[in-house]
């Protein structure tokens, strides 16, 4: 009976734990908007949920502890970005481990680089109209999951009380 009443609390909790992980990867992008070579990064918020709620998505894939990043190298020929997974190079490195993916499940969502709408002459992918705008609707909506959570947390002390 209280796993009924606690579920939408878990699912908020979920896209919360998302959208603060979302944040900091934008902000990331918004603080490297000067950085020559440096490729904005983002995260499929719907495929990051998904993998969260333990569906299957079509894009979204379980990568347990390891976080896979395309390198910004390109392609000569179409100027695409080139996948490949990060490893040490030396016995002595610290292992690479993921922030993201602390759901509960180690599914962890896998951070894509952004299409630049615009190029630019040092390889910087940083569209800062588009990262703010991201950081804003971002920030309104984790916002609205803190309130919703408030307002569930409520009715159900309420209902505990009696009131």
Not at 89 to 99: E, V
């Amino acid at each position: 009976m209280f796993a009924n009443l606690t579920n939408a609390l878990d699912f908020q909790g979920k896209a919360l734990t998302i959208r603060a992980d979302r944040q900091r990867v934008l902000a990331s992008n918004i603080a490297n908007a000067d950085t020559p070579g440096y490729a904005s990064r983002d995260i499929n918020f719907k495929d990051a949920m998904a993998s969260a709620l333990g569906s299957n998505s079509s894009t979204g894939s379980s990568l347990g502890n390891k976080l896979t990043l395309a390198q910004p190298q390109t392609d000569n020929v179409s100027g695409s970005f080139v996948s490949t997974a990060l490893a040490a190079t030396h016995p002595n490195h610290i292992p690479l481990q993921s922030t993201l993916g602390t759901l509960g499940n180690n599914n962890a969502e896998e951070l894509q680089y952004t299409t630049p709408s615009q190029p630019a002459m040092d390889n910087n992918t940083v569209d800062m109209d588009q990262e703010r705008a991201n950081f804003v609707d971002n920030s309104v909506r984790y916002e609205a999951a803190l309130t919703f959570i408030n307002g569930s947390s409520k009715t159900i002390l309420s209902a505990i009380q009696g009131q």
